[in-house]
């Protein structure tokens, strides 16, 4: 399976982007996905899991209450909404997609994971 991310880009803190995730594969509601970040020098991230068929999710302290999932299950793609953002949401952000629903918050818990797409706040 291949994640392609896009929706990454330039922003001011309290603006928003959206992120997509699409699989090249159709995704069964067995699988989870996950988004994590990256920031120059700091350990990779995670930011938000989603059990694929339920819609159950869950998000990091940091993000909860901004961040929100949405699915396409005919387009296979997951998305990620960004509300309010802030500088040090800024990072390179990856999804990530297991077949075996390992709703982990480790990215070593996947199987597959996207290239990823820069998200950079600043005024």
């Known amino acids: 399976v291949q994640l392609q991310a896009s929706g990454g880009g330039l922003v001011q803190p309290g603006g928003s982007l959206r992120l997509s995730c699409a699989a090249s594969?159709?995704?069964?509601?067995?699988?989870?996905m996950a988004w994590f970040r990256q920031a120059p020098g700091k350990e990779r991230e995670f930011v938000a899991k989603?059990?694929?068929?339920?819609?159950?999710?869950y998000f990091a302290d940091s993000v909860q209450g901004r961040f929100t999932f949405s699915r396409d299950k005919a387009e296979n793609t997951l998305f990620l909404q960004m509300n309010n953002l802030k500088p040090e949401d800024t990072g390179l952000y990856y999804c990530?997609?297991?077949?075996?629903?390992?709703?982990?918050?480790?990215?070593?818990?996947?199987?597959?994971r996207g290239q990823g797409t820069q998200v950079t706040v600043s005024s």
């Open positions: 594969r159709r995704i069964f509601s067995s699988t989870s």
């Open positions: 989603i059990r694929w068929g339920a819609g159950t999710s």
């Open positions: 990530a997609l297991d077949r075996r629903g390992r709703i982990s918050s480790s990215d070593s818990e996947y199987e597959y």
